[in-house]
């Protein structure tokens, strides 16, 4: 069974600091890589996909990709009260169609 | 912006009754998915169909079975609901590409089940 594993927080960071969300996955074949936020009651919304290794930068979000250590990161700058929520890390398996999920890391930015 | 509604927000059932969630999409979108959603457990994609008329098992399709009679239609059922089908039940739609699914997934608002 192919696994994205994440820490599941709470990770707390104060406003205006940088917000570090990690995630590891063991499909070493994957090669597309997405970043979903979840407020709490409400579905998953992508916010970032990254499909090659090095940063993609979309405003405030950096995402980070390392196929070699099967590494995926997210960088929330600035970071905002309207940015806690829950982050998932999902990832397209190389031999299906299906993407897989991680379990989510609890971001809380506190004023 | 594209659309996906779930029939209901919340849904209680008793043991055994079969439950029908319905979802629909208003985007054209080939692929069509159903995921549960649990504490510590993360997204769970049940089944998910790629054209109407076909479906694909997920990683826990047991218990289940799902009908996409049209494009736009994505129904999940619990042929006989049971305790450990409590949970948040997600559905999502993406477009399609040649030779595989796509990549961005809209979800609905999800339907929270309580089965007593």
């Known amino acids: 069974q192919k696994e994205v594993e994440q820490n599941s927080g709470p990770l707390s960071v104060p406003e205006g600091a940088i917000a570090s969300l990690n995630c590891t996955y063991s499909?070493?074949?994957?090669?597309?890589f997405f970043w979903y936020r979840q407020y709490s009651g409400k579905s998953p919304e992508l916010i970032m996909s990254?499909?090659?290794?090095g940063d993609k930068e979309d405003g405030r979000f950096t995402a980070q990709l390392n196929k070699a250590s099967q590494y995926v990161s997210l960088l929330i700058r600035d970071s905002q009260p309207s940015d806690s929520a829950t982050y998932l890390c999902?990832?397209?398996?190389?031999?299906?169609?299906?993407?897989?999920f991680g379990s989510g890391t609890r971001l809380s930015i506190r004023p | 912006d594209v659309k996906v509604t779930q029939s209901s927000r919340y849904l209680v059932k008793r043991t055994g009754e079969k439950v029908f969630l319905e979802c629909v999409q208003d985007?054209?979108?080939?692929?069509m998915f159903w995921y549960r959603q649990d504490p510590g457990l993360g997204l769970r994609l049940i089944y998910f169909?790629?054209?109407?008329?076909?479906?694909e098992k997920g990683d826990i399709p047991e218990g289940y079975s799902v009908s996409r009679e049209k494009k736009e239609r994505f129904s999940l059922i619990l042929e006989s609901a049971s305790t450990n089908q409590t949970s948040m039940y997600l559905c999502?739609?993406?477009?399609?590409?040649?030779?595989?699914?796509?990549?961005?997934?809209?979800f609905g608002p999800g339907t929270r089940l309580l089965v007593l």
């Open positions: 999902a990832v397209r398996e190389s031999s299906a169609s299906k993407i897989i």
């Open positions: 499909d070493r074949g994957s090669q597309s």
């Open positions: 990254i499909y090659s290794n």
């Open positions: 985007m054209d979108h080939e692929n």
């Open positions: 169909s790629y054209d109407v008329k076909m479906k």
């Open positions: 999502a739609s993406a477009p399609g590409l040649a030779g595989g699914l796509g990549e961005t997934q809209y």
